[in-house]
Nanobody, 123 residues
Framework: QVRLVESGGGLVQVGGSLRLSCVAS??????????MGWFRQAPGKEREFVGG???????YYADAVKGRFAISRDNAKNTVYLQMNSLQPEDTAVYYC???????????????WGQGTQVTVSS
């Protein structure tokens, strides 16, 4: 069965950087053939879309993180990354990896979810 495992969360200072990883297992094909992306959820708030990608030309980001966050992949490791730069206190949340088997990268209907990794930005 498909499993997504996030890692790389932690405590960082305002303006700092952090890279999250999401390792996919149990897939019938390589991870690059699927749309994968990231969501986040802060206490008392709804889960929100952060970014998603199906290919280099089909990659999308939420306005709140556009220009600061970037998604990349290591196909050999079945891993998707979320590079986060210029972190702000409002970026503090649990970050979730998601996979959409047929999506474009906007992650409208994810099929699988990871358990999340905590990111805390200290002011």
């Amino acid at each position: 069965q498909v499993r997504l495992v996030e890692s790389g969360g932690g405590l960082v200072q305002v303006g700092g950087s952090l890279r999250l990883s999401c390792v996919a297992s149990g897939l019938t094909s390589n991870v690059y053939q699927y749309a994968m992306g990231w969501f986040r959820q802060a206490p008392g708030k709804e889960r929100e879309f952060v970014g998603g990608s199906r290919s280099e030309t089909m990659t999308y980001y939420a306005d709140a993180v556009k220009g600061r966050f970037a998604i990349s992949r290591d196909n050999a490791k079945n891993t998707v990354y979320l590079q986060m730069n210029s972190l702000q206190p409002e970026d503090t949340a649990v970050y979730y990896c998601a996979l959409d088997k047929y999506g474009s990268g906007r992650m409208s209907s994810p099929d699988y979810w990871g358990q999340g990794t905590q990111v805390t930005v200290s002011s």
